[in-house]
């Protein structure tokens, strides 16, 4: 993995150079390719790694009992998935995150993204992470609860 391929990601443009290097060398940073169709992460699974998507689109989706599938997020290019969940004590994923598209994605495990929280510029990209995937499940929360009953069933 490229040092500058990662230094283009927003999530990790200030990170230190080193860092980098030494989690990429212990695969606690690297990139894996979906195909168009993949089930990346499925409902209920843990979370154990942050993802930026660094190419291709994603979904992630409620399935109801009857076979219903709801939108709830798309993930484009520089989309983080993850970052809501990773240190949490419920550390599960709430929905399925499907590739619309081939997709990559850069995978980073809970210790390398604790080592780069130490830096300042990484919690400035990961609290706005944080709060542009709030913001999109409060949009489609007002949706949901804006339509009529009959709409909702």
Do not use: W
Request: charge should be neutral.
């Amino acid at each position: 993995m490229e040092i500058n391929r990662l230094r283009r990601i927003p999530l990790l443009s200030s990170a230190d150079i080193g860092l980098l290097e030494r989690c990429v060398l212990e695969k606690q940073i690297f990139v894996k390719k979906y195909a168009k169709g993949a089930t990346v992460h499925r409902q209920h699974d843990h979370c154990v790694t942050l993802d930026a998507v660094l190419s291709g689109n994603l979904v992630a989706y409620s399935l109801s009992e009857n076979g219903s599938a709801v939108t709830m997020f798309e993930f484009g290019e520089n989309g983080i998935i993850g970052a809501n969940i990773l240190l949490g004590d419920n550390n599960a994923y709430p929905l399925n995150i499907y590739s619309v598209t081939p997709c990559e994605l850069l995978h980073m495990t809970k210790d390398a993204v604790l080592e780069l929280l130490r830096g300042y510029e990484f919690v400035m990209q990961y609290i706005q992470s944080l709060s542009l995937n709030s913001q999109g499940m409060n949009r489609k929360i007002t949706m949901l609860t804006q339509k009529a009953l009959r709409d909702n069933l």
